[in-house]
């Protein structure tokens, strides 16, 4: 299993341009994250899809526009990119149970995309 | 207000020392806790569960409910163990909107800790 995968590892864009991050994971998990990871301040979660069509705002959502179509994949896409949103974003997965149906709620993350906005 | 706390940015030892990253949290309701750490411009890694009470690369934790710590601990540090560690916590976030409720669980990570072991 490839876990977690994401495209691009880097990219760098002008301020206004757009971009789509792609995010896949092949563990059968419902739940799906977008993390940014700034320094000093950890992760903070920018979206959250808790199974194939839903989605929902986490912290940081402002600038930022997801798509969950099937339950292997979950892009986040920048609409109008800002020197704000230079970060390392990453992809986050969880589902599962643990024995007797005890659901799990560790996460498995991507290994990040790291976007510079000039 | 949930929150966790990772009151060191850095911390700094030599190869063998004994380490201690200190993680306090603020919930109101059984948590659950969690060590990540992210290697060198690598992905995160779950490092160890409190309910599971592991240990895992020598590092163990300890829930301190009394104290609200969960902090990460292990007696002789390696070089191989320089990263960066955060602490997670597992919240339930419940949204409100008109008559229907939802909610679902997510992490609440520290700051982090950015473990150099020196050697």
Redesign the interface.
């Known amino acids: 299993n490839a876990g977690?995968t994401q495209t691009p590892k880097f990219q760098v864009l002008k301020t206004g341009q757009s971009m789509t991050l792609q995010c896949a994971q092949d563990m059968n998990h419902n739940?799906m994250?977008w993390y940014r990871q700034d320094p000093?301040?950890?992760?903070?979660?920018i979206y959250?899809s808790?199974s194939e069509g839903t989605t929902?705002k986490?912290e940081v959502p402002n600038g930022y526009n997801v798509s969950r179509l099937n339950k292997r994949e979950f892009s986040l896409r920048l609409e109008s990119a800002a020197p704000s949103q230079t970060s390392v974003y990453?992809c986050?997965s969880?589902g599962g149970v643990r024995g007797q149906g005890v659901p799990t709620?560790?996460?498995?993350?991507?290994?990040?995309t790291r976007l510079t906005v000039t | 207000a949930q929150r966790?706390t990772q009151p060191e940015?850095l911390l700094s030892v030599f190869k063998g020392a004994p380490v201690e990253l200190k993680c306090n949290y603020s919930y109101s309701g059984s948590p659950?806790l969690?060590w990540y750490v992210q290697y060198s411009r690598?992905?995160?890694?779950?490092l160890l569960?409190h309910i599971s009470r592991e240990s895992i690369k020598g590092f163990t934790a300890d829930l301190n409910k009394g104290e609200t710590s969960f902090h990460l601990k292990k007696p002789f540090a390696q070089e191989e163990d320089s990263a960066m560690y955060?602490c997670a916590l597992?919240s339930l976030f419940t949204?409100k909107i008109y008559m229907f409720s939802g909610g679902?669980?997510?992490?609440i990570?520290?700051?982090?800790t950015r473990l150099a072991v020196h050697p």
Not at chain 1, 105 to 112: A, D, I, K, T, V
Not at chain 2, 42 to 46: A, K, P, T
């Open positions: 977690v739940s994250y000093g301040m950890g992760l903070r979660l959250y808790a929902d986490g990453f986050a969880r709620y560790e996460q498995y993350f991507g290994p990040g | 966790v940015k659950e969690f690598q992905r995160l890694q779950l569960r955060y597992r949204r679902y669980n997510k992490l990570f520290g700051a982090g």
